[in-house]
Protein backbone atom coordinates (compact mmCIF):
# COMPACT_ATOMS: atom_id res chain seq x y z
CA UNK A 1 0.00 0.00 0.00
CA UNK A 2 2.66 3.04 1.06
CA UNK A 3 4.42 1.64 -1.96
CA UNK A 4 1.55 2.49 -4.08
CA UNK A 5 1.31 5.54 -2.58
CA UNK A 6 5.04 6.13 -3.23
CA UNK A 7 4.52 5.80 -6.76
CA UNK A 8 1.37 8.09 -7.24
CA UNK A 9 3.43 11.23 -5.36
CA UNK A 10 6.05 10.18 -7.53
CA UNK A 11 3.57 10.47 -10.78
CA UNK A 12 2.20 13.85 -9.46
CA UNK A 13 5.69 15.42 -9.09
CA UNK A 14 5.78 15.77 -12.72
CA UNK A 15 3.53 17.35 -15.06
CA UNK A 16 3.10 15.00 -17.36
CA UNK A 17 2.41 12.18 -14.97
CA UNK A 18 -0.05 14.93 -13.06
CA UNK A 19 -1.59 15.69 -16.71
CA UNK A 20 -2.46 11.68 -17.28
CA UNK A 21 -3.82 11.76 -13.41
CA UNK A 22 -5.75 14.41 -14.02
CA UNK A 23 -7.29 13.02 -17.71
CA UNK A 24 -7.87 10.19 -15.50
CA UNK A 25 -10.15 11.29 -13.38
CA UNK A 26 -11.96 13.64 -15.93
CA UNK A 27 -12.99 11.06 -18.07
CA UNK A 28 -13.70 8.80 -15.23
CA UNK A 29 -16.29 10.80 -13.71
CA UNK A 30 -17.79 11.31 -16.76
CA UNK A 31 -18.01 8.00 -16.75
CA UNK A 32 -19.11 7.32 -13.84
CA UNK A 33 -21.60 11.11 -14.39
CA UNK A 34 -22.97 9.67 -17.64
CA UNK A 35 -24.22 6.59 -16.25
CA UNK A 36 -26.31 8.22 -13.93
CA UNK A 37 -28.29 10.68 -15.57
CA UNK A 38 -28.62 8.30 -18.06
CA UNK A 39 -30.67 5.60 -16.22
CA UNK A 40 -33.97 6.25 -16.20
CA UNK A 41 -34.96 4.77 -13.15
CA UNK A 42 -32.29 6.30 -10.78
CA UNK A 43 -33.35 9.01 -7.89
CA UNK A 44 -33.02 12.47 -7.68
CA UNK A 45 -29.75 12.14 -5.73
CA UNK A 46 -28.56 9.69 -8.34
CA UNK A 47 -29.12 12.27 -10.86
CA UNK A 48 -27.77 14.97 -8.73
CA UNK A 49 -24.76 13.25 -8.19
CA UNK A 50 -24.38 12.60 -11.99
CA UNK A 51 -24.42 16.23 -13.27
CA UNK A 52 -22.36 17.10 -10.69
CA UNK A 53 -19.39 14.79 -11.87
CA UNK A 54 -20.16 15.66 -15.38
CA UNK A 55 -19.73 19.23 -14.68
CA UNK A 56 -16.43 18.37 -12.78
CA UNK A 57 -15.35 16.61 -15.76
CA UNK A 58 -16.18 19.52 -17.57
CA UNK A 59 -13.48 21.45 -15.38
CA UNK A 60 -11.12 19.45 -15.06
CA UNK A 61 -11.15 19.12 -19.29
CA UNK A 62 -11.05 23.16 -18.69
CA UNK A 63 -7.94 22.87 -16.63
CA UNK A 64 -5.86 21.09 -18.96
CA UNK A 65 -6.55 22.99 -21.68
CA UNK A 66 -5.31 26.15 -19.89
CA UNK A 67 -2.36 23.89 -18.66
CA UNK A 68 -1.37 23.20 -22.87
CA UNK A 69 -1.51 27.29 -23.26
CA UNK A 70 2.28 26.70 -21.63
CA UNK A 71 3.53 23.04 -24.24
CA UNK A 72 4.16 25.16 -27.34
CA UNK A 73 7.97 25.10 -25.90
CA UNK A 74 8.51 21.87 -25.15
CA UNK A 75 6.78 20.39 -28.02
CA UNK A 76 8.74 22.74 -30.56
CA UNK A 77 12.28 21.39 -28.50
CA UNK A 78 10.95 17.99 -28.67
CA UNK A 79 10.38 18.65 -32.95
CA UNK A 80 13.75 20.12 -32.95
CA UNK A 81 15.65 17.86 -31.19
CA UNK A 82 13.83 15.03 -33.24
CA UNK A 83 14.18 16.82 -36.70
CA UNK A 84 13.95 14.94 -39.72
CA UNK A 85 14.04 11.45 -37.48
CA UNK A 86 18.22 10.82 -39.59
CA UNK A 87 18.61 8.20 -36.31
CA UNK A 88 15.97 6.39 -37.16
CA UNK A 89 16.85 2.93 -39.19
CA UNK A 90 13.30 2.47 -41.38
CA UNK A 91 12.22 5.64 -43.62
CA UNK A 92 8.27 4.70 -43.15
CA UNK A 93 8.80 5.39 -39.06
CA UNK A 94 10.84 8.47 -39.64
CA UNK A 95 8.51 10.42 -41.61
CA UNK A 96 5.48 9.62 -39.64
CA UNK A 97 6.85 10.78 -36.71
CA UNK A 98 7.99 14.13 -38.84
CA UNK A 99 4.22 14.42 -39.67
CA UNK A 100 3.09 13.72 -36.04
CA UNK A 101 5.17 16.43 -34.76
CA UNK A 102 4.08 18.59 -37.53
CA UNK A 103 0.62 18.11 -36.57
CA UNK A 104 0.81 18.21 -32.37
CA UNK A 105 2.72 21.13 -33.24
CA UNK A 106 0.33 22.88 -35.25
CA UNK A 107 -2.57 21.64 -32.49
CA UNK A 108 -1.23 23.85 -29.73
CA UNK A 109 -2.02 27.26 -31.24
CA UNK A 110 -5.41 26.08 -32.86
CA UNK A 111 -6.31 25.45 -29.36
CA UNK A 112 -5.23 28.48 -27.60
CA UNK A 113 -6.64 30.66 -30.30
CA UNK A 114 -10.01 28.54 -29.57
CA UNK A 115 -9.62 29.39 -26.10
CA UNK A 116 -9.29 33.08 -25.74
CA UNK A 117 -12.27 33.07 -28.45
CA UNK A 118 -14.23 31.50 -25.59
CA UNK A 119 -12.59 33.25 -22.42
CA UNK A 120 -13.73 36.61 -24.85
CA UNK A 121 -10.13 37.40 -25.03
CA UNK A 122 -9.97 38.20 -29.24
CA UNK A 123 -12.87 38.74 -31.32
CA UNK A 124 -13.28 35.59 -33.24
CA UNK A 125 -15.26 32.48 -33.76
CA UNK A 126 -13.98 29.29 -31.97
CA UNK A 127 -16.21 26.95 -33.32
CA UNK A 128 -13.47 26.83 -36.85
CA UNK A 129 -10.19 26.56 -34.12
CA UNK A 130 -12.14 23.82 -32.12
CA UNK A 131 -12.66 22.24 -35.01
CA UNK A 132 -8.91 22.36 -36.68
CA UNK A 133 -7.79 21.71 -33.09
CA UNK A 134 -9.96 18.30 -33.11
CA UNK A 135 -8.82 17.56 -36.66
CA UNK A 136 -5.39 18.10 -36.02
CA UNK A 137 -5.71 15.94 -32.71
CA UNK A 138 -7.69 13.10 -35.08
CA UNK A 139 -4.71 13.24 -37.52
CA UNK A 140 -1.94 12.88 -34.78
CA UNK A 141 -3.43 9.52 -33.56
CA UNK A 142 -4.26 8.38 -36.98
CA UNK A 143 -0.95 8.83 -37.93
CA UNK A 144 0.47 7.16 -33.92
CA UNK A 145 -1.21 4.09 -34.96
CA UNK A 146 -0.05 3.97 -38.71
CA UNK A 147 3.58 4.36 -36.97
CA UNK A 148 2.79 1.87 -34.32
CA UNK A 149 1.51 -1.09 -37.16
CA UNK A 150 5.13 -0.34 -38.93
CA UNK A 151 6.97 -0.97 -35.93
CA UNK A 152 4.76 -3.90 -35.05
CA UNK A 153 5.36 -5.48 -38.84
CA UNK A 154 9.12 -4.97 -38.27
CA UNK A 155 9.03 -6.28 -34.97
CA UNK A 156 7.73 -9.49 -35.82
CA UNK A 157 9.89 -9.82 -38.88
CA UNK A 158 13.20 -9.40 -36.31
CA UNK A 159 11.65 -11.93 -34.57
CA UNK A 160 11.34 -14.54 -37.33
CA UNK A 161 14.97 -13.72 -37.80
CA UNK A 162 16.12 -14.09 -33.94
CA UNK A 163 14.16 -16.70 -33.73
CA UNK A 164 16.75 -19.73 -33.71
CA UNK A 165 20.16 -16.89 -33.54
CA UNK A 166 19.21 -15.67 -30.04
CA UNK A 167 18.21 -16.44 -26.56
CA UNK A 168 14.85 -16.37 -24.86
CA UNK A 169 15.47 -13.06 -22.77
CA UNK A 170 15.79 -11.13 -26.92
CA UNK A 171 12.57 -12.90 -27.71
CA UNK A 172 10.94 -12.10 -23.99
CA UNK A 173 11.93 -8.18 -25.03
CA UNK A 174 10.83 -8.67 -28.53
CA UNK A 175 7.42 -9.32 -27.00
CA UNK A 176 7.27 -6.69 -24.52
CA UNK A 177 7.94 -4.36 -27.39
CA UNK A 178 4.94 -6.13 -29.49
CA UNK A 179 2.15 -5.42 -26.21
CA UNK A 180 3.68 -1.68 -25.76
CA UNK A 181 3.08 -0.93 -29.29
CA UNK A 182 -0.46 -2.81 -29.38
CA UNK A 183 -1.91 -0.95 -26.24
CA UNK A 184 -0.51 2.59 -28.59
CA UNK A 185 -2.83 0.98 -30.85
CA UNK A 186 -6.17 0.84 -28.23
CA UNK A 187 -5.19 4.03 -26.66
CA UNK A 188 -5.39 5.80 -29.82
CA UNK A 189 -8.68 4.29 -31.29
CA UNK A 190 -10.34 4.92 -28.04
CA UNK A 191 -9.04 8.04 -28.50
CA UNK A 192 -9.81 8.59 -32.35
CA UNK A 193 -12.88 7.41 -31.90
CA UNK A 194 -13.94 10.69 -29.26
CA UNK A 195 -12.34 12.77 -31.73
CA UNK A 196 -15.17 11.76 -34.60
CA UNK A 197 -17.64 12.32 -31.91
CA UNK A 198 -16.73 15.76 -31.16
CA UNK A 199 -16.83 16.44 -34.99
CA UNK A 200 -19.77 18.37 -36.49
CA UNK A 201 -23.11 16.39 -37.24
CA UNK A 202 -22.87 14.23 -40.40
CA UNK A 203 -19.57 13.01 -40.25
CA UNK A 204 -19.24 9.37 -39.65
CA UNK A 205 -20.90 9.12 -35.47
CA UNK A 206 -20.05 12.55 -34.75
CA UNK A 207 -22.55 13.61 -31.98
CA UNK A 208 -23.65 10.23 -31.23
CA UNK A 209 -21.94 9.36 -27.72
CA UNK A 210 -23.59 9.25 -24.26
CA UNK A 211 -21.74 10.95 -22.21
CA UNK A 212 -20.42 7.59 -20.50
CA UNK A 213 -19.53 6.17 -23.47
CA UNK A 214 -16.95 9.10 -24.28
CA UNK A 215 -16.16 8.98 -20.61
CA UNK A 216 -15.57 5.02 -20.76
CA UNK A 217 -13.16 5.66 -23.77
CA UNK A 218 -11.30 8.17 -22.37
CA UNK A 219 -11.06 6.29 -19.29
CA UNK A 220 -9.61 3.53 -21.61
CA UNK A 221 -7.21 5.24 -22.87
CA UNK A 222 -5.55 7.61 -20.24
CA UNK A 223 -5.55 4.11 -17.79
CA UNK A 224 -3.12 2.74 -20.75
CA UNK A 225 -1.30 5.96 -20.67
CA UNK A 226 -0.58 5.10 -17.28
CA UNK A 227 0.52 1.85 -17.43
CA UNK A 228 2.64 2.71 -19.92
CA UNK A 229 4.19 5.62 -18.25
CA UNK A 230 4.79 3.30 -15.31
CA UNK A 231 6.45 0.65 -17.41
CA UNK A 232 8.95 3.13 -18.67
CA UNK A 233 9.52 4.25 -15.14
CA UNK A 234 10.42 0.70 -14.04
CA UNK A 235 12.48 0.10 -17.07
CA UNK A 236 14.37 2.92 -16.65
CA UNK A 237 14.74 2.14 -12.70
CA UNK A 238 16.06 -1.38 -13.89
CA UNK A 239 18.59 -0.30 -16.81
CA UNK A 240 20.06 2.57 -13.91
CA UNK A 241 20.30 -0.87 -11.44
CA UNK A 242 22.36 -2.74 -14.04
CA UNK A 243 24.27 -0.32 -14.95
CA UNK A 244 25.32 1.17 -11.39
CA UNK A 245 26.19 -2.88 -11.08
Not at 46 to 60: D, I, M, P, T, Y
Not at 66 to 92: I, K, P
Amino acid sequence: MQQSVESLVRVLESYRGRDKIIRTVCYGSQLVGGALTQKAEADASSQRLGKSLLLFSAQLSHCRTVLRLFDDLSMLAYSHSYGFGTSEEDAGIRWISVLTNVADQLYYPCEHIAWAADAELIKVRSDKWWLFSTVLWGTSLLLGIFRSLRVLLLLRRKLKKQERAEGGSRRSHHSMEIRAELLSILSSVADISNAIHWMPPGFLWAGRFPSWLVGLLGTTSSLIGLIQMNTSSSELSDSTVMSSQ
